[in-house]
């Protein structure tokens, strides 16, 4: 149960150790492999021993720093079965920029170590070595999209992430949603908006809070509350937003700050910025 909590409150950090795990075994037993390999065609290996260990680690560190920016990419523009037409050529050209920066940085990273060691390191002949990588990096870009994609099937399976129901056939912006549906283990079942008490933003989830439940929900804390804001729902903090009718007390803080106390007897921060107009909206 703790380990589904921490799930919930940082989904994006959890794909991250996902694949950053995935690399390091697999990489690691690229670079074994390429010693075993030299080791059964020769009595003594040719080369350094930790040379593979080098040219694996740096591909998978070089991979690890590019994967923000492909999950900041892919969240801008997703791969879903309605948008794979659409956006297919986005990442087209996604993945060669994906791979310009993964040679870039490894080999960077390569060149480094050499001279540090007091060698000289050769990339290749260009554009022909690039061709042979970019086959490389295509495969590993959308192998990422699809770990990334089932990851958060899994999770959102196991967490029970919160959808919109949509009333009838109309699943327009415009339209009042009252209750979200939520999936989780085989089960199905509904929380109401009302039943919200407060939000917490995570990166591109907002986990809603309900008495000592999460329910994340794929969205922006600005996008949420604007399209709930009607519902008595209002952004405290950078981080954080309320429903009004949950608030029990405010308690100004010297800073020019306040604490917020919900009935459940949760404090939240009350940032300076919001305070004023989150007066106004509670008279």
């Given amino acids: 149960m703790a380990i589904l909590i921490k799930f919930k409150k940082h989904p994006q950090l959890y794909e991250m150790l996902f694949i950053a795990g995935y690399l390091l075994i697999n990489n690691t037993i690229h670079a074994t492999s390429i010693l075993m390999e030299a080791k059964r065609h020769a009595?003594?290996?040719?080369?350094?021993?930790?040379?593979?260990?080098?040219?694996?680690?740096?591909?998978?560190?070089?991979?690890?720093?590019?994967?923000p920016f492909l999950l900041l990419f892919l969240n801008k523009v997703p791969l879903t079965w309605q948008l794979i037409k659409k956006n297919a050529i986005w990442h087209l050209i996604g993945s060669i920029v994906f791979s310009i920066m993964h040679i870039s940085l490894m080999v960077l990273f390569?060149?480094?170590?050499?001279l540090s060691q007091n060698l000289h390191y050769e990339f290749g002949e260009m554009p022909t070595?690039?061709?042979?990588?970019?086959?490389?990096?295509?495969?590993?870009?959308?192998?990422?999209?699809i770990?990334?994609?089932?990851?958060?099937?899994?999770?959102?399976?196991?967490?029970?992430?919160?959808?919109?129901?949509?009333?009838?056939?109309?699943?327009?912006?415009?339209?009042?949603?009252?209750?979200?549906?939520?999936?989780?283990?085989?089960?199905?079942?509904?929380?109401k908006i009302t039943d919200i008490e407060w939000l917490e933003s995570s990166g591109n989830y907002v986990n809603l809070h309900i008495k000592d439940r999460i329910y994340p929900t794929r969205s922006t804390l600005t996008n949420f509350v604007e399209q709930f804001s009607e519902q008595d729902f209002f952004r405290?903090?950078?981080?954080?937003?309320?429903?009004?009718?949950?608030?029990?007390?405010i308690t100004p803080l010297p800073s020019g700050d306040a604490e917020i106390?919900?009935?459940?007897?949760?404090?939240?921060?009350?940032?300076r910025r919001y305070r004023d107009e989150f007066k106004a909206r509670l008279s």
């Fill in 43 to 67: 009595k003594e290996i040719p080369f350094p021993i930790w040379q593979p260990f080098l040219w694996e680690y740096s591909s998978a560190l070089s991979l690890l720093m590019l994967l």
């Fill in 129 to 145: 070595e690039f061709f042979y990588e970019y086959r490389k990096d295509a495969w590993a870009y959308l192998f990422f999209i």
């Fill in 147 to 191: 770990i990334i994609y089932c990851f958060r099937f899994v999770v959102s399976r196991m967490i029970g992430e919160a959808q919109p129901i949509i009333d009838g056939e109309d699943n327009s912006k415009s339209q009042k949603i009252e209750r979200l549906l939520v999936k989780k283990l085989g089960k199905e079942f509904i929380i």
């Fill in 236 to 249: 405290t903090h950078r981080s954080y937003g309320v429903n009004l009718n949950a608030v029990e007390s």
């Fill in 261 to 271: 106390k919900l009935i459940s007897g949760k404090i939240l921060n009350l940032s």
């Fill in 110 to 114: 390569r060149k480094i170590f050499y």
